[in-house]
C-alpha cells in the first residue's frame, strides 16, 4: 500500500545545515509534549532514530513523520550511524541533511537501498533495530565521491549477513526515485507548468561568446544541463549538472534549483549545486534563463528539432550518457557517469563530465575529426577509435549502434 504523503508547501525546500554532533552539551530531556510535526521524506521513510538536545525523542512512522517543537535541533540516525543534524522543519530530505552535492546523493543510495522490499514507490522501511546495529562496523563517509561512496556501501554491506542480498541502488537510479517523490508533492499547477517547459534546449552562443549549453528538462522537473565554456581561460568551467527544479512559480518565472552532481562549479542552474534564484520564460517557443540578481547573466534556448530520420538530434545510452549532434557539425556528450566499465575505483579512468567537439558522417563511419573539450576522461567517443580511422554504425529512424574494437556494439535510443 502506497504510503500517504503529508501536502506541504514546497517553500521547505531551502537547505540548512548539516552534520553536527548528536551528543550535543545540553544534557536536558526532549520535552514530553510537542507542538509540531514533520517528515522524513525520500519515499516516506520508516523506522530513523531522531534525537532533540541529545537525547531520543522518537522514531519516524510509516508516513516518515517526527514531532518537534520551534527551534528544535534535530539529529536523526540509523542505528549508530548519524544521517544528519537539522533544524526542525515540516519537511526534511536529504537535501536538507546535506549541503554538498555528492553527501546529498550517497545519503539517497544508503537510504533507498536500505528500504526492507526494495520498493521506492511505497516508501522507504528500514530494517529492524536488531539487524540495524550491525552496520555500526561500517565506515559511512557520505562526503566521499559518489562513485566511490556506492562502491564501497556494495562491498561494505556483501560481508554481513543481514544484507548480504540487499541490491545497492545506482546513484543515477536513487536520484530518479527521489526527483519522483518531489514531483509527487508539487501542486498540480506547479506539474501542469513544468510539463510547458519540458523538452531538449540548446543555446549556441554568438561570435563574441561562444558557450554552448545543453538543457534537457523532464516533465516531472529533473534535469541535466551540459555547458561548453570556450572563452574562459579556467577551463574547469566546463561540466555538467544533474538536478532537479524545486520550486517553480510559473505567474513569476521565478525557480530554484539543486543539483546532485555539478562538474561546472558556480556556472548552470546552480552554484557548486546550491540553490540561487533563476527566473525562466517561456515565449514564442524560446526558453530564457537568468540569474534573478543579475538578469544579463542569461542565456536563450531554442528545442533542437525533432528529426525522424539521420544523425542530428539527441541520443541517449542505457547506462545513463547523452549524446546530442548538431547541424553544424559539432556534437556534445553529456556524461553523468564517466568510466563506468572499471572494476574498481584505482582502475576507474573517467568521471562525470562532458565532450564537445566536431564530427562528420561518411556512409556508416562516424568519425571525431576533432576535440575541443573533454572532461570526463577516457569516457566516450574520446579514446575508442572513433577519432582515427572512425566507428562503423548502424542508423536507424530510433537508433543508433557503434562497434567499438574489443568492447563490442553499443546502442543509443533517440530522445524525442
Not at 526494495?118 to 562513485?147: V, Y
Not at 523538452?199 to 516533465?219: H, R, V
Amino acid at each position: 500500500m502506497k504510503k500517504t504523503l503529508l501536502a506541504i508547501t514546497l517553500s521547505t525546500f531551502f537547505l540548512t545545515a548539516c552534520g553536527g554532533d548528536s551528543d550535543s552539551s545540553n544534557n536536558s530531556s526532549p520535552p514530553s509534549t510537542f507542538t509540531k510535526k514533520g517528515q522524513l521524506i525520500d519515499g516516506a521513510i520508516e523506522g530513523v532514530d531522531y534525537y532533540i538536545n541529545g537525547k531520543k525523542a522518537g522514531t519516524t512512522d510509516i508516513d516518515g513523520t517526527f514531532s518537534y517543537n520551534e527551534g528544535d535541533e534535530i539529529t536523526f540516525k540509523i542505528g549508530d550511524i548519524e544521517i544528519g543534524t537539522v533544524q526542525g522543519a515540516e519537511r526534511i530530505t536529504p537535501l536538507e541533511l546535506a549541503t554538498d552535492a555528492d553527501a546529498q546523493t550517497n545519503l539517497m543510495v544508503f537510504l533507498q537501498s536500505l528500504d526492507t522490499d526494495g520498493n521506492h514507490d511505497n516508501g522507504i522501511t528500514l530494517p529492524k533495530l536488531e539487524d540495524l546495529a550491525s552496520l555500526s562496523t561500517l565506515n559511512i563517509d557520505f562526503e566521499q565521491p559518489t562513485t566511490n561512496f556506492y562502491q564501497n556501501l556494495s562491498a561494505n554491506l556483501s560481508k554481513i549477513d543481514e544484507f548480504k542480498d540487499l541490491r545497492v541502488v545506482t546513484p543515477l537510479q536513487a536520484i530518479e526515485n527521489f526527483n519522483k517523490t518531489m514531483f509527487e508533492l508539487m501542486s498540480e499547477n506547479t506539474k501542469a507548468s513544468l510539463k510547458d517547459i519540458a523538452g531538449i534546449w540548446y543555446f549556441q552562443g554568438t561570435e563574441e561568446d561562444e558557450s554552448p549549453i545543453a538543457l534537457i528538462i523532464k516533465e516531472d522537473g529533473s534535469y541535466i544541463m551540459g555547458e561548453v565554456v570556450l572563452n574562459e581561460e579556467e577551463k574547469e568551467f566546463n561540466g555538467l549538472e544533474v538536478g532537479k527544479i524545486n520550486t517553480y512559480n510559473p505567474s513569476t518565472g521565478l525557480f530554484t534549483a539543486s543539483a546532485f552532481i555539478d562538474t561546472n562549479k558556480d556556472w548552470g542552474l546552480t552554484d557548486s549545486g546550491k540553490p540561487r534564484n533563476m527566473i525562466l520564460k517561456l515565449e514564442a517557443g524560446q526558453l530564457t534563463i537568468q540569474e534573478e540578481k543579475d538578469p544579463e547573466e542569461s542565456a536563450t534556448f531554442s528545442q533542437l528539432p525533432n528529426t525522424a530520420s539521420g544523425i542530428v538530434g539527441a541520443w541517449k545510452a542505457e547506462a545513463g550518457p547523452i549524446f546530442i549532434f548538431n547541424t553544424d557539425n559539432t556534437y556534445l556528450m553529456l556524461d553523468p557517469v564517466g568510466d563506468d566499465l572499471a572494476i574498481s575505483e584505482s582502475e576507474r579512468c573517467g568521471d562525470a563530465g562532458i565532450e564537445y567537439g566536431t564530427y562528420t558522417l561518411s556512409g556508416n563511419t562516424l568519425r571525431i575529426n576533432s576535440i575541443i573539450i573533454d572532461t570526463n576522461g577516457c569516457a566516450g567517443l574520446s579514446d575508442n577509435g572513433a577519432t582515427g580511422e572512425g566507428l562503423p554504425i548502424s542508423l536507424t529512424p530510433n537508433s543508433l549502434s557503434f562497434t567499438v574494437a574489443d568492447e563490442g556494439t553499443f546502442t543509443l535510443s533517440r530522445i524525442n
